[in-house]
């Protein structure tokens, strides 16, 4: 009975089985990425990444090119556009990235605005298809993971003393700004093959909730990515089942299981402040 | 060849000088002090040595060549590390990064990288916080985790920036006796302090103000008018705390910040 509920959806139905992988790749991405956005405080520039591929998506959806290309595109556009102002603007960096992503929303939803399923398509964009992964985007997903993992593996030590101090990676023969590009870059992977399962507005979520969740409790960087990766994946797993018992939106239902899961954390530490003392991370 | 040497040397931040015409040879085995207030120059001289801040003008070679070009050769200690507070580290990891440099990305770290870390820690008494994570220290024990860093690295020229801040008596002795040990086996050290005893237990000092006020060995440096152009003022210690004995009239141009 219980295995009937939690276990049949993904038996009985293929499209919600490759959800399901499509998920725990999305979630091993989001995992690895997530952990050095939290740790060197790039939230924002994330979530501007995220954004910024609207347009690009939008752009390709009218030409009839693939969404993938078009994300691609965009958050290449936006890294260029984030790196311009990190160093010419005098205006804190936040306010103009700010202003960057809400252009670059507006833009999407004016561009999306002149194809004919105006709404529908950007639901789509924004909160992603889950349920309509196909085999081919799989291999896809499964390739840029395998991507991220293998850089963020390569680049570990600079990753790790960019996030401990950028001055360590500099004296270490570890040039702090070509790592951050290779970060950025990493980033805006993360989202463009994110984007189709949670959408660009929750793949921010997903990027950033299973890495707090984990910062919480993890003493190694190690520990907060695989934890992170785990916590991620049983969001996918508890958003989908969700979804298909009570009729929700599935993206939304996996955003709201992986947030639930970091303040469910957090309300536990605040609870238990001895144990967090032994294991925090903050 | 000398571990650091600098002719007609400007430093200073985006091509604006905070101290000019700096030059000075540090030997190998050799201790130089940096001393001055807050703002005084003594961070952007050391971070200019470290390759960190490019000099503005004139020479500077360190360890034969242009700075960062050695980097498993020098290790740099900054005052203060803003953003590792929250990172999900334990001491010995710290520790262990110092040996990242000789090895680039790709290679492995070895038993002797291991015996280097255990050694950094026993000698600045934090092995038994290895497994401690960072968060969970003192600001004192921090320190003393980040010297560790320092001193793990085995380098040829040693970079410190107000290095026994925050160190109780204790923990100052253990550091002073390691800068020896590191020095006798002929490591250069370059300490930046506002601590006149520190200064004055090392081999040369350079008192800056914006300015070199005055650079030799510290014996003939650290006189009472030299430290009255660096720090404004000179007090001593006297029952009950410190009596400020002289004051540079009208002084007011060595606590600017940048």
Same mark, same amino acid.
């Given at each position: 009975m219980i295995q009937d509920w939690l276990l049949t959806p993904f038996t009985a139905n293929a499209f919600l089985l490759n959800a399901l992988l499509a998920g725990v790749l999305v979630s091993i991405a989001c995992g690895i990425i997530g952990t050095f956005v939290v740790l060197r405080g790039l939230a924002f520039i994330g979530d501007a990444l995220a954004h910024g591929v609207l347009p690009g998506v939008a752009v390709a959806m009218l030409l009839g090119l693939p969404g993938m290309v078009g994300a691609a595109v965009g958050a290449l556009a936006m890294i260029f556009g984030i790196g311009f102002i990190t160093r010419?603007? @005098?205006?804190s960096s936040d306010t103009a990235i700010g202003l960057l992503f809400v252009g670059m929303l507006a833009l999407g939803v004016a561009i999306v605005s002149r194809s004919q399923a105006f709404s529908g398509d950007l639901v789509r964009i924004l909160f992603g298809e889950i349920l309509g992964i196909r085999a081919s985007e799989l291999a896809i997903q499964l390739a840029a993971t395998l991507v991220i993992a293998i850089l963020a593996r390569i680049c570990y030590r600079p990753f790790l003393l960019l996030c401990f101090s950028p001055e360590q990676a500099e004296v270490s023969g570890f040039p702090p700004r070509r790592y951050h590009a290779v970060m950025l870059g990493l980033i805006a992977l993360t989202v463009v093959v994110s984007f189709r399962t949670v959408g660009t507005l929750l793949v921010f979520g997903m990027l950033l909730a299973p890495a707090a969740s984990a910062a919480l409790f993890s003493r190694k960087v190690t520990t907060m990515i695989l934890s992170a990766s785990g916590i991620g994946t049983f969001s996918v797993y508890a958003g989908l089942l969700a979804s298909y018992h009570f009729n929700i939106a599935a993206g939304a239902a996996i955003t709201l299981a992986a947030s639930a899961i970091f303040f469910i954390l957090l309300s536990a530490r605040q609870l238990f402040p001895r144990d967090a003392a032994r294991g925090a991370a903050r | 060849m000398s571990a650091v040497s600098a002719s007609g040397l400007c430093v200073g931040y985006q091509g604006e000088t905070v101290v000019a015409d700096i030059g000075f040879t540090l030997e190998p085995g050799r201790v130089l002090a940096l001393v001055g207030s807050n703002g005084s120059g003594k961070t952007t001289l050391l971070k200019t040595v470290a390759g960190l801040l490019p000099p503005v003008s004139g020479a500077l070679e360190v360890l034969g060549a242009r700075p960062l070009a050695r980097p498993g050769k020098v290790a740099y200690m900054g005052q203060f590390h803003p953003s590792s507070f929250m990172l999900p580290l334990r001491a010995r990891d710290v520790v262990r990064m110092a040996r990242f440099a000789a090895h680039g990305l790709f290679g492995r770290l070895t038993a002797k990288d291991e015996r280097a870390v255990r050694e950094a820690m026993a000698v600045m008494g934090v092995l038994d916080l290895a497994?401690?994570?960072? @968060?969970?220290?003192?600001g004192g024990q921090r320190q003393r985790v980040f010297l560790a860093q320092a001193f793990a690295r085995e380098a040829e020229l040693i970079l410190l920036d107000e290095p026994a801040a925050n160190l109780d008596a204790g923990a100052r002795d253990t550091y002073r006796r390691q800068l020896r040990q590191l020095t006798a086996a002929g490591r250069s050290v370059i300490v930046a302090t506002h601590d006149i005893d520190e200064a004055a237990a090392c081999d040369a000092t350079m008192l800056l103000?914006?300015?070199?006020?005055a650079y030799g060995p510290s014996a003939e440096v650290l006189t009472q008018s030299a430290l009255l152009s660096t720090f404004g003022m000179v007090g001593k210690y006297q029952e009950g705390g410190i009596v400020i004995v002289e004051r540079e009239h009208g002084h007011d141009d060595c606590g600017g910040s940048h």
């Open positions: 010419r603007s @005098n205006l | 497994e401690a994570p960072l @968060n969970a220290l003192s103000a914006h300015r070199v006020v």
